[in-house]
């Protein structure tokens, strides 16, 4: 209830000018009433502008300022409002309270991102994606800056502008668009061994999400933990989609992002409004800091990952998304994170990226939103009351009262008063600091291919085959030889296979060399740190791999009905029915977009036609009962199209259900249907064909169809 107030409260401050009633009439900004909106002010009616319209000059200066910079990373972005419960208390761990009071709810506002492209770019590229909750706790707002991912391209902040401008378009003709596939990208990553462990996860099918709501999220740096007593322990932050995590295939996300290239977005936006609200359940991996150094990889190194059968992650709390931002630039475009806004009871670690980070968000926020006071920005604003001396600057919302801006003083009373520990004042971990003053990289961080090799093994074998594929595929666009012989001999020390076979695909032999990484000090034993000796404790981890995920729901996933006139109408209305029963959502697609009639004389408006959309934007599809709808969907005019959804979806190895009376539509449609087994492809033949039909939904894809289908 209380969050609710919390969350309207939020709202409301957003919504002053958002409703439309018959009594607010058009004004300027200064508050004037307008009389004309359709012309501007000329001396005669064909004659000049005049200077003096202040009306016109008001709206076009406003109109010529609308675009703020976009960030330079993370451009894209998508973001809704939400809860987030606590079920399990950590106070045992952190004194912070919206991690302590069990069953308490705190607002939070996620903003998910791709990171390479520009604000108008695809949702479908292959990326890594942003994962930025904003907690709005009593105590003060806490960002967790996060991405799917739980590992990181580079160990050191000095790094990061030099992987983005890799990634980024080339900068002589600004080409290509949100995609690591082309020269620069793959030029500073071969000669980075440092960020093999990342590619691992960049060529996996996690870089390209079926849904916003189906990946994981992770906090990527390790951070720590304070209790009440003073005791530290090292976390790492999990989010678990309740959905499972799920893909789409790399040829999938190239055929959406033409098709809907907002299709995240969208999906994200549809779930909400529809009240399936996506849901995650948080976990922490809890390392005492007395036990930091009994791992074989360095905490602190943003490459690794602590394998979750050495480290359980404990599930404590549950995110829920609910509620859609009602305006985009006000709330997603607007909402400023860093991971440096904290709450008593976390800290952070000397993680080096991490540390970058601490510098970069705030300095990013001003030349981005333009001011100091973004803070004040209605979605940036904390719940708690701000009180401190800080005045003035760009845009200053805050009408501060009294004489006094310093501290100490009298004039005010004193106020406002620095907190106490006890009345929750924030204080830094006390720890000893002493070292040298070097600028070189720990060597308990020079392990480069470990983890790589354990995120490999990891995966099932259609994973395996995706990850090879989307390297061939990636490696194909880059036109200098040597940039790929390079990234071939990088491969082979994680897998000789994977790099054999990506090799013969991109045309050069495999080398294994030691690649000269500077981030390597000059008196450590390259050899020994990279043989392949070298193997990680863990050597299978189930949860890298997304063949393990949930797989027990059809909750907001869309079907497809293909729909002519004639189709078996009763048949239509049961699936229908039963689908949308347990939670996933029907369109029909039809010929045209002139209502179908069924057999039973009722009539159906699609939402689609066969040339609007493409199978790709669905998880299933169903070709409906009925020989004379079956006779429409292969008239000259619709058979291509009706042919492109149904092997599409079979490429794609989702599930098809013929309905009785479509063997015409079946009988035309890949030939490999026939040649298998088809787990994917039900028709009124099966045994339970509705049962079959959800199960297979429910498990997204049979990817292992691939395989079976191509061998
Ligand atoms: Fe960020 N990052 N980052 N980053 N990052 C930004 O801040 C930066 C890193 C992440 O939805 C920027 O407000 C540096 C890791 C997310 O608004 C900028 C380094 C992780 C978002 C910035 C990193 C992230 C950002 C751009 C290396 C995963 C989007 C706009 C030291 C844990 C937040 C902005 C949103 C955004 C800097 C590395 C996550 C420039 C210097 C590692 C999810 O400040």
New binding site residues.
């Given amino acids: 209830m209380k969050n609710n107030l919390q969350n309207n409260k939020k709202l409301d401050q957003l919504d002053a000018h958002s409703t439309s009633n018959e009594n607010e009439k058009l004004t300027t900004n200064q508050g004037l009433k307008i009389n004309n909106n359709q012309d501007s002010l000329k001396a005669g009616d064909r004659g000049p502008t005049l200077l003096e319209d202040f009306i016109l000059r008001e709206k076009i200066t406003h109109f010529d300022h609308e675009r703020i910079p976009e960030?330079?990373?993370?451009a894209r972005?998508s973001g809704a409002h939400g809860v987030f419960k606590l079920n399990k208390s950590l106070a045992a761990y952190t004194k912070a309270k919206f991690l302590t009071e069990t069953g308490k709810e705190t607002p939070v506002f996620l903003?998910f991102?791709t990171v390479a492209g520009s604000k108008g770019s695809t949702d479908l590229a292959r990326d890594v994606r942003?994962?930025?909750i904003k907690f709005y706790t009593e105590e003060g707002n806490y960002d967790l800056?996060?991405?799917n991912m739980p590992v990181?391209f580079i160990q050191d902040?000095i790094k990061?502008p030099d992987l983005i401008h890799a990634v980024k378009p080339e900068p002589d003709n600004e080409i290509p668009q949100a995609a690591s596939a082309h020269d620069t990208f793959w030029d500073f990553i071969s000669l980075m061994p440092e960020s093999m462990h990342m590619i691992m996860w960049l060529m996996s099918d996690r870089a390209i999400p079926r849904s916003l709501r189906m990946m994981e999220g992770f906090?990527?740096?390790s951070f720590k933990f304070i209790n009440e007593e003073g005791k530290v322990h090292f976390v790492k932050f999990h989010f678990k989609p309740k959905l499972g995590v799920h893909s789409v295939a790399w040829d999938e996300a190239q055929r959406i992002s033409g098709v809907d290239p907002d299709f995240h977005k969208r999906d994200l936006w549809e779930a909400i409004e529809k009240g399936a609200f996506p849901e995650w359940d948080f976990g922490v991996q809890l390392i005492p800091e007395e036990d930091e150094h009994k791992f074989d990889f360095d905490l602190l190194d943003?490459s690794k990952l602590i394998p979750e059968e050495e480290v359980p992650v404990q599930i404590v709390g549950t995110l829920t998304l609910n509620k859609n931002p009602e305006n985009f630039f006000a709330e997603t475009e607007q909402?400023?994170?860093h991971p440096g806004h904290l709450v008593p009871g976390i800290d952070f670690t000397n993680d080096p990226?991490l540390q970058?980070?601490l510098f970069?968000?705030t300095d990013?926020?001003l030349s981005?939103l333009g001011s100091p006071n973004f803070h004040e920005i209605p979605i940036n604003r904390s719940i708690n009351t701000v009180h401190n001396n800080q005045r003035d600057g760009h845009m200053r919302q805050q009408i501060a009262k009294g004489k006094t801006s310093y501290e100490p003083n009298s004039i005010g009373g004193g106020c406002p008063f620095q907190a106490m520990m006890s009345e929750g004042g924030f204080t830094s971990q006390e720890e000893r600091v002493s070292g040298e003053k070097v600028r070189r990289r720990s060597q308990s961080f020079v392990d480069h291919y470990s983890q790589a090799k354990l995120f490999y093994n990891s995966q099932s074998e259609p994973e395996k085959l995706h990850l090879q594929n989307a390297l061939i595929f990636e490696l194909s666009k880059v036109t200098i030889p040597e940039i790929r012989e390079r990234m071939a001999g990088q491969l082979a020390f994680i897998d000789d296979l994977l790099a054999q076979k990506v090799a013969d695909k991109i045309g050069v032999k495999v080398k294994k060399l030691n690649q000269p990484n500077q981030s390597i000090p000059a008196d450590a034993n390259v050899e020994e740190l990279q043989s392949k000796e070298r193997e990680p404790k863990t050597k299978v981890s189930e949860a890298l791999s997304m063949a393990n995920t949930i797989k027990n729901t059809i909750k907001s996933r869309k079907i497809g009905f293909i729909v002519g006139n004639g189709a078996n109408g009763s048949a239509l209305n049961e699936l229908k029915t039963k689908l949308e029963g347990e939670g996933a959502t029907v369109e029909i697609i039809a010929p045209s977009l002139a209502p179908v009639k069924t057999d039973d004389g009722s009539s159906l408006t699609p939402k689609h036609s066969l040339t609007s959309i493409a199978s790709v934007c669905f998880d299933a599809l169903y070709i409906s009962a009925g020989e004379e709808s079956t006779k429409e969907l292969v008239e000259p005019q619709n058979k291509h199209h009706a042919l492109n959804f149904v092997n599409e979806a079979y490429k794609h190895c989702k599930a098809i259900y013929f309905g009785a009376g479509t063997e015409e539509l079946y009988n035309i449609s890949n030939p490999a249907f026939r040649k298998h087994e088809d787990r994917a492809i039900i028709t009124s033949e099966n045994k339970n064909p509705e049962k079959e039909f959800i199960s297979a939904i429910a498990g997204h894809r049979v990817w292992d169809l691939e395989l079976e289908r191509n061998s």
């Fill in positions: 960030r330079v990373v993370h972005g903003r991102s942003g994962f930025a800056v996060g991405n990181f902040a990061f906090g990527v740096n943003p909402v400023a994170f990226l970058g980070r970069s968000y990013t926020q981005r």
